[in-house]
Protein backbone atom coordinates (compact mmCIF):
# COMPACT_ATOMS: atom_id res chain seq x y z
CA UNK A 1 0.00 0.00 0.00
CA UNK A 2 1.49 3.34 -0.87
CA UNK A 3 0.26 6.49 0.32
CA UNK A 4 1.27 10.51 -0.19
CA UNK A 5 1.69 13.16 2.33
CA UNK A 6 0.44 16.00 -0.26
CA UNK A 7 2.41 18.71 1.38
CA UNK A 8 3.14 22.11 -0.97
CA UNK A 9 6.81 21.62 -2.50
CA UNK A 10 7.78 18.62 0.11
CA UNK A 11 5.03 16.04 -0.20
CA UNK A 12 6.43 12.55 0.46
CA UNK A 13 5.24 8.52 0.12
CA UNK A 14 4.37 6.09 2.97
CA UNK A 15 5.23 2.40 1.71
CA UNK A 16 3.24 0.25 4.46
CA UNK A 17 4.20 -3.38 3.02
CA UNK A 18 5.49 -6.82 4.57
CA UNK A 19 8.85 -6.94 3.18
CA UNK A 20 9.74 -3.86 1.82
CA UNK A 21 12.95 -3.24 4.22
CA UNK A 22 14.31 -5.45 1.65
CA UNK A 23 13.75 -3.33 -0.78
CA UNK A 24 14.94 0.29 0.96
CA UNK A 25 17.29 0.75 -1.53
CA UNK A 26 14.56 1.01 -4.29
CA UNK A 27 13.08 3.97 -2.23
CA UNK A 28 15.85 5.89 -1.34
CA UNK A 29 18.26 7.21 -4.20
CA UNK A 30 21.46 5.42 -3.58
CA UNK A 31 23.57 7.57 -5.18
CA UNK A 32 25.40 8.99 -2.35
CA UNK A 33 26.59 8.62 1.12
CA UNK A 34 23.81 7.47 3.54
CA UNK A 35 24.14 7.54 7.45
CA UNK A 36 22.12 4.74 9.01
CA UNK A 37 20.80 6.38 12.34
CA UNK A 38 19.55 3.12 14.60
CA UNK A 39 20.06 2.33 18.72
CA UNK A 40 21.17 -0.58 20.39
CA UNK A 41 17.95 -2.38 20.66
CA UNK A 42 17.49 -2.88 17.26
CA UNK A 43 17.85 -6.18 15.91
CA UNK A 44 21.05 -6.41 14.07
CA UNK A 45 19.08 -8.42 10.78
CA UNK A 46 16.76 -5.26 10.66
CA UNK A 47 19.71 -2.55 10.39
CA UNK A 48 21.72 -4.92 8.10
CA UNK A 49 19.25 -5.60 5.38
CA UNK A 50 18.70 -2.01 4.79
CA UNK A 51 22.48 -1.39 4.73
CA UNK A 52 22.87 -4.16 2.02
CA UNK A 53 20.35 -2.05 -0.03
CA UNK A 54 22.41 1.19 0.37
CA UNK A 55 25.91 1.01 -1.19
CA UNK A 56 27.96 3.87 0.90
CA UNK A 57 26.15 3.76 3.75
CA UNK A 58 27.89 3.65 7.22
CA UNK A 59 25.72 2.88 10.34
CA UNK A 60 25.67 4.99 13.43
CA UNK A 61 24.40 3.31 16.49
CA UNK A 62 22.97 5.34 19.97
CA UNK A 63 22.23 3.96 22.88
CA UNK A 64 18.30 2.67 22.61
CA UNK A 65 15.68 4.60 25.27
CA UNK A 66 14.65 8.21 25.81
CA UNK A 67 18.04 9.10 27.66
CA UNK A 68 19.77 9.35 24.50
CA UNK A 69 17.23 12.06 23.13
CA UNK A 70 19.50 14.68 24.27
CA UNK A 71 21.51 17.36 22.75
CA UNK A 72 25.03 15.09 23.62
CA UNK A 73 23.91 12.26 21.65
CA UNK A 74 23.02 14.71 18.65
CA UNK A 75 26.34 16.09 18.71
CA UNK A 76 27.79 12.76 18.21
CA UNK A 77 25.69 11.71 15.70
CA UNK A 78 26.32 14.57 14.01
CA UNK A 79 30.18 14.50 14.31
CA UNK A 80 30.45 11.07 12.82
CA UNK A 81 28.56 12.47 9.43
CA UNK A 82 30.97 15.47 9.50
CA UNK A 83 33.95 13.00 10.06
CA UNK A 84 32.24 11.06 7.17
CA UNK A 85 32.35 13.78 4.86
CA UNK A 86 29.20 14.22 4.58
CA UNK A 87 27.68 16.77 1.94
CA UNK A 88 24.46 18.52 1.58
CA UNK A 89 23.42 16.01 -1.30
CA UNK A 90 23.48 12.94 1.42
CA UNK A 91 20.63 12.00 3.11
CA UNK A 92 20.56 10.44 6.99
CA UNK A 93 18.35 7.54 7.39
CA UNK A 94 16.49 6.33 10.58
CA UNK A 95 16.08 2.79 10.90
CA UNK A 96 14.53 2.56 14.46
CA UNK A 97 11.52 4.10 16.94
CA UNK A 98 10.54 7.34 17.87
CA UNK A 99 13.73 8.26 19.66
CA UNK A 100 15.70 7.69 16.90
CA UNK A 101 13.48 8.78 14.12
CA UNK A 102 13.02 11.83 16.07
CA UNK A 103 16.87 12.58 16.88
CA UNK A 104 18.10 11.74 13.69
CA UNK A 105 15.44 13.46 12.17
CA UNK A 106 16.71 16.61 13.69
CA UNK A 107 20.10 15.49 12.71
CA UNK A 108 19.17 15.70 9.21
CA UNK A 109 17.40 19.32 9.62
CA UNK A 110 20.23 20.97 10.79
CA UNK A 111 23.34 19.65 8.93
CA UNK A 112 24.50 21.82 6.64
CA UNK A 113 21.12 23.50 7.35
CA UNK A 114 19.25 20.59 6.34
CA UNK A 115 19.94 17.24 4.13
CA UNK A 116 17.55 14.68 2.89
CA UNK A 117 16.09 12.32 5.62
CA UNK A 118 14.14 9.25 5.23
CA UNK A 119 12.26 7.24 8.15
CA UNK A 120 12.03 3.31 8.78
CA UNK A 121 10.01 2.93 12.03
CA UNK A 122 10.76 -0.38 13.48
CA UNK A 123 7.85 -0.31 16.58
CA UNK A 124 4.45 0.41 16.48
CA UNK A 125 4.52 3.87 18.12
CA UNK A 126 7.17 4.90 15.46
CA UNK A 127 5.41 3.42 12.61
CA UNK A 128 1.37 4.47 13.39
CA UNK A 129 2.27 8.04 14.10
CA UNK A 130 5.62 9.50 14.88
CA UNK A 131 7.54 8.75 11.94
CA UNK A 132 4.82 10.73 9.76
CA UNK A 133 4.35 14.46 10.09
CA UNK A 134 7.78 15.93 10.33
CA UNK A 135 8.31 16.30 14.14
CA UNK A 136 11.89 15.72 14.90
CA UNK A 137 13.68 16.93 18.38
CA UNK A 138 15.43 16.20 21.65
CA UNK A 139 14.81 16.72 25.38
CA UNK A 140 16.20 19.22 27.10
CA UNK A 141 16.78 17.86 30.87
CA UNK A 142 13.30 16.26 31.43
CA UNK A 143 11.26 18.63 29.42
CA UNK A 144 9.98 16.83 25.85
CA UNK A 145 11.03 18.00 22.47
CA UNK A 146 11.81 21.24 23.60
CA UNK A 147 14.46 21.56 21.23
CA UNK A 148 13.46 20.26 17.67
CA UNK A 149 12.32 21.18 13.94
CA UNK A 150 9.59 20.37 11.64
CA UNK A 151 11.56 18.47 8.92
CA UNK A 152 9.47 16.16 6.37
CA UNK A 153 10.99 13.08 5.52
CA UNK A 154 11.60 12.20 1.93
CA UNK A 155 9.59 9.45 2.53
CA UNK A 156 8.28 6.64 5.08
CA UNK A 157 9.14 3.23 4.82
CA UNK A 158 6.79 0.95 7.29
CA UNK A 159 7.67 -3.12 7.32
CA UNK A 160 4.59 -4.71 9.80
CA UNK A 161 7.54 -7.76 9.71
CA UNK A 162 9.91 -6.04 11.89
CA UNK A 163 7.57 -5.84 14.50
CA UNK A 164 7.88 -9.67 15.01
CA UNK A 165 10.97 -8.88 17.36
CA UNK A 166 9.54 -6.60 19.36
CA UNK A 167 8.17 -7.10 23.04
CA UNK A 168 4.63 -7.40 24.14
CA UNK A 169 5.62 -4.07 26.19
CA UNK A 170 6.52 -1.85 23.50
CA UNK A 171 3.86 -3.01 21.30
CA UNK A 172 1.42 -2.31 23.91
CA UNK A 173 3.06 1.23 24.14
CA UNK A 174 2.89 1.66 20.47
CA UNK A 175 -0.86 0.66 19.74
CA UNK A 176 -1.63 3.20 22.70
CA UNK A 177 -1.07 5.98 20.24
CA UNK A 178 -3.50 3.97 17.80
CA UNK A 179 -5.91 4.13 19.99
CA UNK A 180 -5.70 7.49 20.26
CA UNK A 181 -5.64 8.14 17.04
CA UNK A 182 -9.16 6.49 17.34
CA UNK A 183 -10.66 8.35 19.81
CA UNK A 184 -9.85 11.47 18.81
CA UNK A 185 -10.72 11.20 15.07
CA UNK A 186 -12.43 7.64 14.08
CA UNK A 187 -14.41 5.33 16.10
CA UNK A 188 -14.39 2.54 13.38
CA UNK A 189 -10.31 2.39 14.81
CA UNK A 190 -11.34 2.31 18.47
CA UNK A 191 -13.87 -0.88 17.33
CA UNK A 192 -10.97 -2.31 15.67
CA UNK A 193 -9.25 -2.71 19.21
CA UNK A 194 -12.90 -4.91 20.02
CA UNK A 195 -11.67 -7.65 17.47
CA UNK A 196 -9.49 -10.97 18.37
CA UNK A 197 -7.16 -11.20 17.39
CA UNK A 198 -6.10 -7.96 17.15
CA UNK A 199 -6.15 -6.91 13.73
CA UNK A 200 -2.66 -5.00 13.91
CA UNK A 201 -1.67 -4.40 10.45
CA UNK A 202 -5.23 -2.92 9.61
CA UNK A 203 -4.84 -0.52 12.67
CA UNK A 204 -1.64 0.63 11.55
CA UNK A 205 -2.45 1.13 7.87
CA UNK A 206 -5.72 3.30 9.43
CA UNK A 207 -3.79 4.89 11.90
CA UNK A 208 -0.95 6.42 9.54
CA UNK A 209 -3.73 7.51 7.00
CA UNK A 210 -5.40 9.57 9.81
CA UNK A 211 -1.88 10.87 10.36
CA UNK A 212 -1.32 11.78 6.99
CA UNK A 213 -4.91 13.45 6.78
CA UNK A 214 -4.33 15.45 9.92
CA UNK A 215 -1.02 16.60 8.77
CA UNK A 216 -1.48 17.71 5.10
CA UNK A 217 -4.35 20.11 7.08
CA UNK A 218 -1.96 21.79 9.20
CA UNK A 219 1.30 21.07 8.87
CA UNK A 220 2.90 23.28 11.79
CA UNK A 221 0.78 22.37 14.28
CA UNK A 222 -1.49 25.77 13.80
CA UNK A 223 -5.16 24.54 14.58
CA UNK A 224 -6.57 21.05 14.50
CA UNK A 225 -3.21 18.97 14.59
CA UNK A 226 -3.36 19.50 18.00
CA UNK A 227 -5.22 17.01 18.47
CA UNK A 228 -2.68 14.64 18.01
CA UNK A 229 -1.70 15.65 21.91
CA UNK A 230 -4.81 13.48 23.22
CA UNK A 231 -2.92 12.31 26.37
CA UNK A 232 0.49 14.13 26.16
CA UNK A 233 -0.72 16.80 28.62
CA UNK A 234 -0.08 14.74 31.30
CA UNK A 235 1.41 12.27 29.46
CA UNK A 236 4.57 14.07 29.05
CA UNK A 237 4.16 15.23 32.55
CA UNK A 238 4.49 11.92 34.01
CA UNK A 239 6.97 10.90 32.15
CA UNK A 240 9.40 13.95 33.04
CA UNK A 241 8.30 13.48 36.33
CA UNK A 242 8.97 9.67 36.87
CA UNK A 243 12.39 9.97 34.73
CA UNK A 244 12.26 9.72 31.04
CA UNK A 245 13.44 6.04 30.94
CA UNK A 246 11.14 4.80 33.84
CA UNK A 247 7.85 4.52 31.73
CA UNK A 248 7.23 4.07 27.93
CA UNK A 249 5.86 7.39 26.27
CA UNK A 250 2.75 5.22 24.85
CA UNK A 251 2.19 3.96 28.27
CA UNK A 252 2.54 7.29 29.48
CA UNK A 253 -0.07 8.68 26.97
CA UNK A 254 -2.59 6.12 27.71
CA UNK A 255 -2.64 6.64 31.09
CA UNK A 256 -2.56 10.65 30.25
CA UNK A 257 -5.55 10.08 28.31
CA UNK A 258 -7.79 9.57 31.39
CA UNK A 259 -7.56 12.89 32.56
CA UNK A 260 -9.04 14.31 29.31
CA UNK A 261 -12.10 11.41 28.73
CA UNK A 262 -15.72 13.37 29.39
CA UNK A 263 -18.01 10.38 29.56
CA UNK A 264 -17.91 7.66 32.36
CA UNK A 265 -18.98 4.95 29.70
CA UNK A 266 -16.32 5.99 27.73
CA UNK A 267 -14.08 6.05 30.04
CA UNK A 268 -14.50 2.63 30.99
CA UNK A 269 -14.50 1.03 27.63
CA UNK A 270 -11.15 2.87 26.70
CA UNK A 271 -9.76 1.03 30.51
CA UNK A 272 -10.99 -2.05 29.66
CA UNK A 273 -9.04 -1.84 26.44
CA UNK A 274 -5.83 -0.44 27.58
CA UNK A 275 -6.19 -3.44 30.53
CA UNK A 276 -6.90 -6.40 26.97
CA UNK A 277 -3.59 -4.20 25.32
CA UNK A 278 -1.46 -5.21 28.69
CA UNK A 279 -1.26 -1.11 29.25
CA UNK A 280 0.37 -0.24 33.15
CA UNK A 281 -1.42 1.49 35.60
CA UNK A 282 1.14 4.41 36.05
CA UNK A 283 1.17 5.76 39.63
CA UNK A 284 0.16 9.59 38.99
CA UNK A 285 2.36 11.43 40.69
CA UNK A 286 2.03 15.03 42.79
CA UNK A 287 -0.32 17.44 41.39
CA UNK A 288 2.46 20.04 41.79
CA UNK A 289 5.03 18.22 40.17
CA UNK A 290 2.90 17.52 37.20
CA UNK A 291 1.89 20.92 36.85
CA UNK A 292 5.50 22.67 36.98
CA UNK A 293 5.87 19.95 33.98
CA UNK A 294 2.87 21.03 32.32
CA UNK A 295 3.83 24.95 32.26
CA UNK A 296 6.53 24.02 30.06
CA UNK A 297 4.09 22.38 27.54
CA UNK A 298 4.51 23.52 24.45
CA UNK A 299 0.69 24.31 24.22
CA UNK A 300 1.06 26.52 26.72
CA UNK A 301 0.72 30.03 26.75
CA UNK A 302 0.31 32.65 30.01
CA UNK A 303 -1.80 31.46 32.23
CA UNK A 304 -3.57 29.28 29.60
CA UNK A 305 -3.35 25.88 27.89
CA UNK A 306 -5.16 24.13 24.83
CA UNK A 307 -5.75 20.71 26.24
CA UNK A 308 -7.71 17.96 24.33
CA UNK A 309 -11.00 16.20 25.61
CA UNK A 310 -12.90 13.06 23.79
CA UNK A 311 -16.57 12.62 25.04
CA UNK A 312 -17.30 10.35 22.18
CA UNK A 313 -15.20 8.25 20.55
CA UNK A 314 -13.84 9.51 17.23
CA UNK A 315 -14.73 13.08 18.30
CA UNK A 316 -11.68 14.82 20.09
CA UNK A 317 -12.05 18.70 21.09
CA UNK A 318 -9.84 21.17 21.50
CA UNK A 319 -10.21 24.25 24.10
CA UNK A 320 -7.94 26.83 25.52
CA UNK A 321 -8.57 26.55 29.13
CA UNK A 322 -6.79 28.33 32.47
CA UNK A 323 -4.02 26.03 34.12
CA UNK A 324 -6.16 25.62 36.51
CA UNK A 325 -8.71 23.78 34.82
CA UNK A 326 -5.79 21.27 34.33
CA UNK A 327 -5.75 21.01 38.14
CA UNK A 328 -9.13 20.24 38.65
CA UNK A 329 -8.56 17.73 36.42
CA UNK A 330 -6.10 15.80 37.92
CA UNK A 331 -7.23 16.20 40.98
CA UNK A 332 -11.07 14.75 39.94
CA UNK A 333 -9.26 11.59 38.50
CA UNK A 334 -7.17 10.90 41.80
CA UNK A 335 -10.23 11.47 44.20
CA UNK A 336 -12.03 9.15 41.66
CA UNK A 337 -9.47 6.28 41.42
CA UNK A 338 -9.10 6.40 45.48
CA UNK A 339 -13.33 6.17 45.69
CA UNK A 340 -12.87 3.13 42.94
CA UNK A 341 -9.89 1.70 44.89
CA UNK A 342 -12.01 1.99 48.54
CA UNK A 343 -15.05 0.46 46.71
CA UNK A 344 -13.49 -2.68 45.09
CA UNK A 345 -11.32 -3.09 48.84
CA UNK A 346 -14.92 -3.06 50.72
CA UNK A 347 -16.58 -5.53 48.10
O1 LIG B 1 2.70 14.49 15.24
C1 LIG B 1 2.13 15.16 16.11
O2 LIG B 1 1.70 16.29 15.90
C2 LIG B 1 1.95 14.62 17.46
O3 LIG B 1 1.61 15.36 18.37
C3 LIG B 1 2.20 13.19 17.67
C4 LIG B 1 2.52 12.84 19.10
O4 LIG B 1 1.91 11.61 19.36
C5 LIG B 1 4.01 12.72 19.32
O5 LIG B 1 4.30 12.13 20.55
C6 LIG B 1 4.73 14.03 19.25
O6 LIG B 1 6.09 13.84 19.20
C7 LIG B 1 4.45 14.93 20.41
O7 LIG B 1 4.62 16.20 19.96
P1 LIG B 1 4.94 17.41 20.88
O8 LIG B 1 4.73 18.57 20.00
O9 LIG B 1 4.00 17.37 22.04
O10 LIG B 1 6.34 17.26 21.32
Not at 28 to 41: L, S
Not at 155 to 171: E, F, M, N
Not at 215 to 238: P, S, W
Not at 288 to 294: A, G, H, R, S, T
Request: charged share 25%; hydrophobic share 40%.
Amino acid sequence: MKLNVNLPGHGYPIYIERGSLTAAGQRIPVHRRTCIVTDDGIPAKWVNTVKDTLPGSFVVTIPHGEGSKNLATMQQVLEQMAEAGMTRKDAVVAVGGGVCGDLAGFCAAVYMRGIDFYNIPTTVLSQVDSSVGGKTAVDLGSLKNIIGAFWQPKAVIIDPDVLSTLDDRQIAAGLAEALKMGLILDPGLVDLFEQDPLPVDEIIARSVDLKRMIVEEDEKEQGRRALLNFGHTVGHAMEGAWGLDAWLHGECVAAGMDFMLEDDTLRARVAGLKQKLGLPEIPVPETDVLMDYIRHDKKTGDAHITIVTVAEAGKGRLSRVPFDEVRRRIEARKQAAAGEHTEAAHE
